[in-house]
């Protein structure tokens, strides 16, 4: 006999490809970049780009997901919450930018047998940039640079000052989907750089104060930590340095021992440490998303079960006996 | 269309061995003890009979109960909850006391295991509760801002695994959020700490009602509901609080 503290660990690691869907797969979210459309070609600024794969979005977003009750603990980015629906969270992303393009859904990531069901585990979104048709000379050259800067380790950011991205996770029955966690990454205009004490005041104000705080050279790392009873944690809990957050890259930890995290890192300019050079902010509601992860794949199990009980009844009454 | 990062799951399981055998003598109550858990969640009790009216029935009116049941027991009983008729046949050829004996012998074996299995599987048959004891409680340190201890065994994260017959079941605790809260008067709250060593040394002893039963591919998961629970010194077997969990 075993006891066991079990926690599910969620990385960020494998590739997939959007396209990859079958035909069970659910609709496409209007305004997604995976809206089956033949792909554009040519050349294209980014509004040209966004517009494209946006189509019609409809801003503010409708949101039928209840509001935050008096006194809950604040648990969205920039209005995306645990607990909207997959349509929802999309259309709250698209209308934070007019370029700003969701692709996805996203599935795979959590280790769930779906028995062939399309279950969408989310999706990111990160600004349009503009299309440019290029030259066989070019995409060399291209290449060959990459590969001397990967010879080099040159380190590659994956923004550029001015943009930023999302990544949302979802988990539910296909097309049931609901937000589990979400987290967005900014890089700062060049130029326009916030300070990180008045980016960590503005968190403060939103998020109130905040369990951890820690202010280490080349980093600001912030984190609001909830227990299922929406408790907040304090230093002398259990759950302090267990309850873990999430960013604009995806990659959660989901434990039913955990609650609401909300975590925050800023990071600032390598020439002045007072001023930030980028921001990510993400939220996770662990308990329910661990819960919400456990009855799909119940769900999907059951399914399965009577789906195959059907067809050993319909076998038995219609199946030709064997020739013997 | 461009890769997507996907996501990469990976279970990380801290286990730790829970004891199979029933609760040393009980100890006597320890002085303190008895202001030690607050009313407002949880509170002392002296030990309430087993299956009392309080309680009520488990599922699907069960008011039997098993004490500390092995692991073979435990999948009798879960193939049980479920109504899944259980795979004695194969059970029977894959026992070594079939498998490994000259084939003469082995349709007398087969009759005996048989029995058995058949008699175990009876055995469970009105089950609804369980004692269950787990060599610790792995309790946390004191919380003074809530003003209590994390009995961390009895966490929502929490499963005891059993394991026969190539099943594995696993118990749950419906009520681990609540449950695992042991408030703790501030005065109280060294001596105790003083006492258990940093929660190392603490064994708990549960009373726990079945109120569901999930299957699953090669098991399943009985989900139970912690009705009161016991907190021992490992080393002495004092009793260190008895608890009855607010339903």
């Known amino acids: ?324 | 269309m461009r890769s997507l990062p996907g996501i990469l799951l990976a279970t990380t399981l801290v286990a730790a061995c829970g004891s199979s055998e029933p609760p040393s003598a009980a100890g006597q109550p320890v002085a303190g003890a008895a202001s030690a858990a607050s009313p407002g969640s949880s509170q002392d009790v002296a030990a309430a009979p087993a299956g009392s009216a309080a309680t009520g029935p488990a599922l699907g009116g069960r008011t039997g109960e098993l004490v500390n049941p092995d692991n073979n027991t435990m999948v009798f009983l879960y193939y049980h909850l479920a109504g899944i008729t259980p795979p004695i046949d194969s059970w029977i050829e894959q026992d070594s006391r079939v498998k490994f004996v000259p084939a003469i012998e082995k349709a007398a074996q087969r009759t005996a295991i048989r029995g058995e299995l058949e008699a175990g599987l009876a055995a469970v048959g009105g089950v609804g509760f369980i004692r269950l004891s787990l060599s610790s409680a792995n309790l946390s340190d004191y919380d003074p801002t809530y003003g209590e201890f994390t009995v961390r065994a009895l966490a929502p994260s929490s499963v005891v695994e059993f394991a026969g017959f190539g099943q594995k079941v696993s118990l749950k605790f419906a009520n681990g959020r609540t449950a695992q809260i042991w408030k703790v008067q501030p005065e109280d709250a060294q001596s105790i700490r003083d006492r258990v060593g940093g929660g190392r040394n603490v064994e708990l002893d549960t009373y726990l009602k079945i109120t569901a039963v999930q299957p699953g591919p090669g098991g399943g998961t009985i989900t139970t509901q912690i009705l009161e629970y016991e907190m021992q010194e490992a080393r002495t077997g004092t009793t260190i609080v008895r608890v009855q969990v607010p339903q």
């Open chain 1, 1 to 324: 006999m075993r006891l066991l503290q079990r926690a599910f660990l969620l990385m960020a690691a494998a590739v997939a490809l959007a396209a990859c869907g079958g035909s069970d797969q659910p609709k496409p979210t209007p305004g997604t970049a995976a809206s089956a459309r033949p792909a554009p070609s040519g050349n294209a600024s980014a509004e040209e780009v966004a517009e494209e794969a946006r189509g019609k979005v409809k801003c503010p977003a409708k949101i039928k997901m209840p509001k935050r009750a008096d006194g809950a603990p604040v648990d969205d980015v920039i209005g995306v919450r645990p607990g909207m629906t997959y349509e929802e969270a999309a259309n709250v992303v698209m209308c934070t930018n007019d370029l700003m393009v969701v692709t996805g859904p996203i599935t795979s990531g959590f280790k769930i047998q779906t028995y062939g069901n399309t279950v969408r585990q989310g999706f990111t979104a990160r600004l349009a940039e503009p299309r440019v048709e290029k030259s066989s000379k070019q995409i060399m050259k291209e290449m060959q640079d990459d590969m001397i800067a990967r010879s080099g380790n040159a380190v590659r950011y994956d923004l550029a000052p001015g943009q930023s991205k999302w990544h949302v996770t979802t988990m539910g029955m296909p097309g049931q989907e609901i937000v589990v966690a979400a987290g967005r990454e900014e890089w700062f205009e060049e130029g326009r750089n916030p300070t990180v004490a008045s980016v960590s005041e503005a968190l403060i104000k939103k998020y109130g104060a905040p369990s951890m705080d820690q202010d280490n050279p080349g980093q600001r790392y912030m984190r609001w930590i909830y227990d299922p009873l929406a408790r907040p944690v304090t230093e002398t809990s259990p759950l302090y340095n267990r309850c873990g957050g999430t960013g604009g890259s995806g990659g959660v930890n989901l434990s039913p021992d955990c609650g609401l995290v909300v975590q925050a890192q800023l990071i600032p300019t390598r020439d002045n440490p007072a001023l930030a050079r980028s921001m990510e902010v993400g939220v996770v509601d662990q308990a329910n998303g661990y819960e919400r992860v456990t009855a799909t794949e119940q769900s999907l199990e059951q399914m399965e079960q009577q789906k195959r009980a059907k067809a050993v009844e319909d076998a038995a009454k219609n199946a030709d006996a064997p020739t013997l």
